[in-house]
């Protein structure tokens, strides 16, 4: 497949921007997590989706006592390092506003007739699981995704899923035809793709829309801006065009931090992120191409010691690519 890259001095540009971010105070960095590495127990994913208690599940209830009392240690740190915190900010808005202008260079890849885009996931999500006699562990494990978008969009979708250590018994890797993608009887993206084209394209009234839907649900208003966006981001199947408008839209939600990651499979990349002082110092981050302005992986980390994690233990990491394929399979 050929399509057209970023210039590569405008690419240069952007990740000098991230070189140049200020230290977020009170935090270490948690980018040395290389794919093969040991991961610490951790979380489930956010990810409706998926079933079972590994990341699939939602977010787990947690303790009053230890909730506030790990929300308020984050705030602290945040509020004794304010200066450094608002120039992140700054900062990631500058490099989001540059993506989004970017983003609109790059021609997206477009399954014709009789082909799909193949979005791939590998992912290192926590899993959770109870013995006879109630006492509950966690590990880490890890799974691909792969899912089949056909250009023709009567077409069955497909679902190819090696769930790993924890697949469902007897099958641990499965293949699901179905339309329109509804694989576990739920749509597998949030909106669908008259949904994607009603949108607003510009940033500012991308923010206002999902603003206004709030009602509760998440940690705080801004922490459902950010998932509600990037929810849709790293499905791998927003046009360019609303792609850009929803980098603007983040560039304007408080507390959104940008750096230099790498995936789960190394690759590197922007990643967009913000940490919720009141889901225990959470960090939960997209990982953008500078190439392309496609999402090619998410990370959560929390930046705080609490529930048996260390500070900057990866409690979620992915890596997500995009092709265009001739076949599914059966």
């Known amino acids: 497949m ?21 230290t ?16 610490p127990a951790s979380r489930p994913n956010r990810d409706s989706r998926f079933p079972l208690q590994d990341n699939s599940a939602s977010r ?11 929300a308020a240690a984050v705030v602290g740190t945040l509020v004794a390092g304010q200066i450094s915190v608002s120039a992140q900010s700054a900062h990631a808005a500058d490099v989001l506003r540059a993506t989004a202008a970017q983003t609109m260079t790059f021609v997206d890849p477009v399954a014709g007739p009789g082909q799909y885009l193949l979005v791939h996931t590998h992912a290192n999500w926590r899993f959770s699981s109870q013995d006879a006699s109630g006492n509950i562990s966690t590990g880490m494990n890890a799974q691909t ?17 090696d769930w790993g250590d924890i697949g469902p018994a007897p099958v641990a890797d499965e293949v699901i035809r179905a339309k329109d993608g509804h694989f576990y009887g739920s749509p597998w993206t949030p909106l669908n793709d008259e949904e994607l084209k009603a949108l607003p394209r510009d940033g500012q009234a991308l923010y206002d829309h999902f603003n206004a839907q709030y009602q509760g649900g998440s940690a705080s208003r801004d922490e459902n801006n950010f998932v509600r966006i990037t929810d849709l981001l790293r499905q791998g199947l927003v046009p360019a065009d609303l792609r850009s408008g929803l980098y603007d839209a983040l560039a304007l939600i408080p507390g959104v931090t940008a750096t230099e990651q790498t995936n789960f499979d190394g690759k590197i990349g922007i990643a967009i992120g913000r940490t919720e002082p009141l889901r225990a110092g959470e960090r939960a981050e997209i990982i953008i191409d500078p190439d392309t302005g496609l999402v090619i992986g998410e990370r959560t980390i929390m930046t705080v010691a609490a529930f048996g994690f260390g500070s900057n233990d990866i409690v979620g990491h992915t890596a997500v690519d995009y092709r265009i394929v001739e076949e599914a399979p059966r």
Do not use: C, M
């Open 60 to 70: 787990p209830r947690i303790a009053r006592r230890v909730l506030l009392g790990a």
């Open 145 to 161: 995704i792969d899912v089949y978008v056909p250009g023709d969009r009567n077409e069955d979708w497909v679902l190819d899923r």
């Open 2 to 22: 050929s399509t057209r890259q970023f210039q590569t001095d405008r690419r240069d540009a952007l990740r000098k921007q991230l070189v140049e971010l200020p």
């Open 24 to 39: 977020l105070a009170g935090a270490e960095n948690p980018l040395h997590y290389k794919p093969g590495q040991t991961a």
